[in-house]
């Protein structure tokens, strides 16, 4: 599967610019395109995951639960489905617990 590029120009501080030319020497990137394409990748998946977690931090846990419950209470008839769509939230949802927690702690404030 081919994507298409576009090609830019940047402006980039000169420091930054050595270290990316330090991690294409050492082999880590093939050049200095892949580095700045996989620098800004990540950059953009790690705001989309704080405004998610910003966004999750806002829902009233005890309203969530309830809702859910109400939602699962009709697929009884879906015993394994349902087993393991309640462990798979319980994992996910302690998993998230931390950030949750610090996100509503900065809020506070």
Same mark, same amino acid.
């Given at each position: 599967?081919?994507?298409?590029?576009?090609?830019?120009?940047? *402006?980039?501080?000169?420091?930054?610019? *050595?270290?990316?030319?330090?991690? @294409?020497?050492?082999?880590?990137?093939?050049?200095? %395109?892949?580095? %700045? #394409?996989?620098?800004?990748?990540?950059?953009?998946?790690?705001?989309?995951?704080?405004?998610?977690?910003?966004?999750?931090?806002?829902?009233?846990? *005890?309203?969530?639960?309830?809702?859910?419950? #109400?939602? =699962?209470?009709?697929?009884? #008839?879906?015993?394994? =489905?349902?087993?393991?769509?309640?462990? @798979? =939230?319980?994992? #996910?949802?302690?998993?998230?617990?931390?950030?949750?927690?610090?996100?509503? %702690?900065? %809020? @506070?404030?």
């Amino acid at each position: 599967m081919h994507l298409s590029r576009a090609k830019i120009a940047i *402006t980039i501080d000169e420091e930054v610019l *050595t270290e990316i030319d330090r991690l @294409v020497h050492d082999g880590v990137f093939l050049n200095r %395109s892949q580095a %700045s #394409e996989v620098a800004v990748k990540e950059r953009l998946d790690r705001m989309l995951r704080t405004r998610l977690a910003r966004e999750a931090a806002k829902l009233d846990r *005890t309203e969530e639960q309830a809702l859910a419950d #109400e939602v =699962y209470a009709g697929e009884a #008839e879906w015993p394994e =489905y349902t087993a393991k769509l309640n462990e @798979v =939230y319980a994992t #996910e949802a302690s998993a998230l617990d931390p950030v949750f927690q610090s996100i509503q %702690s900065r %809020s @506070v404030k």
